[in-house]
Each structure stands twice: as structure tokens, then as C-alpha cells.
């Protein structure tokens, strides 16, 4: 993903950043669009759900 625009979902204002704009800690990303940094949120959830549910998997 060096190529071409690169978008961050900044977590502080909750808005999507053409470039990096902001410090690191600020940020989730790079992304390849912008409606993928848009549902930077919801993306990294989901993951988690499922990361949670392959740790209770593998305990059992």
C-alpha cells in the first residue's frame, strides 16, 4: 500500500484523513479508501468477535 492516496480513520475527531494528517496514536489505518477507513470501527469489532470467539474455541 505505498501507492496512491492513503486514508486514516482518526479515532480523537471520529473523521476520515486524506494522508497522514494527525499523530500515530490518533490513528487506525492506512486504508486503501476512504469507505474502508470509514468503517474502520466496525471493521476492527468484528474482528474482535471473532478473535474472542477462536480463543473461547480453542480453550474448550
Known sequence: MTEG????????????????????AE??????T???AEQ???TAAARNEKWDQDDADWEE
Do not use: C, I, K
Open 5 to 24: 492516496t492513503q486514508f486514516y480513520y482518526n479515532l480523537s475527531t471520529g473523521s476520515v484523513e486524506e494522508g497522514r494528517q494527525s499523530p500515530g
Open 40 to 42: 474502520a470501527l466496525s
Open 34 to 36: 476512504r469507505q474502508d
Open 27 to 32: 490513528l487506525m489505518g492506512p486504508y486503501a
